[in-house]
């Protein structure tokens, strides 16, 4: 049974409820049937109950379940995305987007003020976007599948430098207190942060982290 702070790697498919529109999933074989194309990463996903690697309302309905288990979760606005915020819609010229060589196109997310924005319609030389996610005021519904329970300190510590890299470490070493991975790409020092400090809050705080480029 699973319980807080397990490391649980999932498939999942995630819908718009009120449309059923897929807008995140992990099973390829799922893309496949309904003719999903995209930038998806169609393998298993870690998730750590009680952490923050999912929405916390889909991390939290892994508790006590079990290897194996299939089930549903709705997830209430509030609880995934955000409510929508009309404040958050904005007016600009069309002659700000032609000023930075952008063509906008409805449905187009964008960078605006250092903020990610969609645009939402354009007329008459105007462009109205929104800075709200675009998932923001959905109702959401998971369909999740348990695949397996992470136990091998070795294994964790590669699954954690691919939740935050997308890719698996070219090889991962424990050694006493020091774990060591050896990767192809450069690892932005923000990345490296992060990995050494959920290696140190989930598998063991006196681990020292290292990642070196082959």
Not at 32 to 52: A, C, M, Q, R, T
Not at 128 to 150: D, F, M, R, T, W
Not at 177 to 182: A, M, N, P, Q
Request: charged letters at 30%; a neutral charge.
């Amino acid at each position: 049974m699973i319980k807080e702070n397990d490391f649980v790697m999932i498939n999942f498919v995630g819908r718009i409820t009120a449309t059923n529109q897929i807008f995140d999933l992990t099973d390829k074989s799922v893309a496949e049937k309904e003719n999903i194309k995209g930038d998806y990463n169609f393998s298993p996903v870690l998730v750590i109950p009680g952490g923050n690697y999912v929405l916390k309302a889909v991390s939290d309905s892994l508790l006590n379940k079990n290897i194996g288990d299939k089930y549903e979760v709705t997830v209430a606005p509030k609880d995934g995305f955000g409510e929508f915020d009309r404040k958050l819609i904005k007016t600009y010229g069309l002659s700000v987007f032609r000023g930075n060589n952008i063509n906008p196109s409805v449905g187009d997310m964008i960078m605006l003020d250092d903020r990610m924005a969609t645009v939402l319609a354009i007329n008459s030389g105007r462009v109205l976007v929104s800075y709200n996610h675009p998932l923001a005021g959905k109702e959401l519904k998971y369909s999740i599948e348990v695949l397996s329970i992470i136990e091998d300190n070795k294994d964790k510590c590669s699954a954690i430098f691919e939740h935050y890299t997308g890719k698996k470490p070219d090889s991962v070493e424990i050694q006493g207190d020091s774990v060591k991975f050896t990767a192809k790409d450069d690892i932005k020092s923000y990345i490296k942060d992060g990995i050494s400090q959920d290696i140190k809050k989930y598998i063991n705080d006196k681990f020292t982290v290292e990642i070196i480029k082959q």
